[in-house]
T-cell receptor
Framework: GDSVTQMEGPVTLSEEAFLTINCTYT??????LFWYVQYPGEGLQLLLK?????DKGSNKGFEATYRKETTSFHLEKGSVQVSDSAVYFC????????????FGKGNQVVVIP | GAVVSQHPSRVICKSGTSVKIECRSL??????MFWYRQFPKKSLMLMAT?????????EQGVEKDKFLINHASLTLSTLTVTSAHPEDSSFYIC????????????????FGPGTRLTVL
């Protein structure tokens, strides 16, 4: 079945540091890929998405490129802020999955001033 | 646009009572809504898929008689936790899938802010 794998463990970094969160996927066909962000005590917000190979999603300084050859959708931001502290979820929807999102386990990102 | 609300945001109830959680799409019609459960420091677990005007489809292991879902209109789905027990305490999140194409966002789910349920 469809699945998403995110790197293990929380990520702690200093303000203005470079952030990378790895995400790889397994899916039938050509899924749409998403990054969602969850701030403390809140629901999920769509951060960015990409629907086909080589597409780059971007929003609020975050970027992720749909890499079909490596089945990856890594999230990057060049200079993080304290306000970026949140949990980040990688997810996919496959055309064969009845619109059901498959989520990764999420990564807690803590940005220290 | 594409705002989803949930009510209540937080509820505390006694063991054995039933709790209803509402999920509304405020500015679009959603033929499909999803209900998730999130445990502390865990990812989201899909509980069921709710389609307007038809019975919900439950994921394996989710008791349909305990978690009643009603999708009565294109903008409202409800989840009722019947005879709640402390192990039902969790963060419940809904999402909505637009029924019509919204500027290319056909496959994007929009999430509600979540409901924190605590059963004493």
């Amino acid at each position: 079945g469809d699945s998403v794998t995110q790197m293990e463990g929380p990520v702690t970094l200093s303000e203005e540091a470079f952030l990378t969160i790895n995400c790889t996927y397994t899916a039938t066909g050509y899924p749409s890929l998403f990054w969602y962000v969850q701030y403390p005590g809140e629901g999920l917000q769509l951060l960015l998405k990409a629907t086909k190979a080589d597409d780059k999603g971007s929003n609020k300084g975050f970027e992720a490129t749909y890499r079909k050859e490596t089945t990856s959708f890594h999230l990057e931001k060049g200079s993080v802020q304290v306000s970026d502290s949140a949990v980040y979820f990688c997810a996919l929807i496959s055309v064969y999955g009845n619109n059901r999102l498959a989520f990764g386990k999420g990564n807690q990102v803590v940005v220290i001033p | 646009g594409a705002v989803v609300s949930q009510h209540p945001s937080r509820v505390i109830c006694k063991s054995g009572t039933s709790v209803k959680i509402e999920c509304r799409s405020l500015d679009f019609q959603a033929t499909t809504m999803f209900w998730y459960r999130q445990f502390p420091k865990k990812s989201l677990m899909l509980m069921a898929t709710s389609n307007e005007g038809s019975k919900a489809t439950y994921e394996q292991g989710v008791e349909k008689d305990k978690f009643l879902i009603n999708h009565a209109s294109l903008t409202l789905s409800t989840l009722t936790v019947t005879s709640a027990h402390p192990e039902d305490s969790s963060f419940y999140i809904c999402s909505a899938l637009p029924g019509a194409v919204l500027a290319g966002e056909r496959d994007t789910q929009y999430f509600g802010p979540g409901t924190r349920l605590t059963v004493l």
